[in-house]
């Protein structure tokens, strides 16, 4: 996940000289590992989303319920629609679907 730039207007560094906070969020973002991606099986509809992260579907009525509420999409290509954990993403047919975790 890219974390947007911080204020460009607040100083790098404290007073000691080192880089303060919001400065080091952002800086570590190109030192960490790059999050994982795990393909599913097209075949394994519904999916229920075990960590937080992005679903990436290529694919006919997908659907994506959390808790009681369900969001039909219909067709749909390189659809990436964040999840929560316990989210469930469904579909009829699918070319491609992928898991990013955050």
Known sequence: MTRPVPNTNSP????NGKIINPWNIWF???????PKVVTINVATSP??????G???ISGTV???TRGLVTITFGTVANLMMPVSIGDIVSWTTASSVQFWET
């Open 12 to 15: 790098l560094v404290d007073k």
């Open 47 to 52: 999916y229920k989303a075990n960590n937080f």
């Open 62 to 64: 997908v659907k994506l």
């Open 28 to 34: 570590q973002q190109f030192s960490q590992q790059a």
């Open 54 to 56: 992005t679903v990436i």
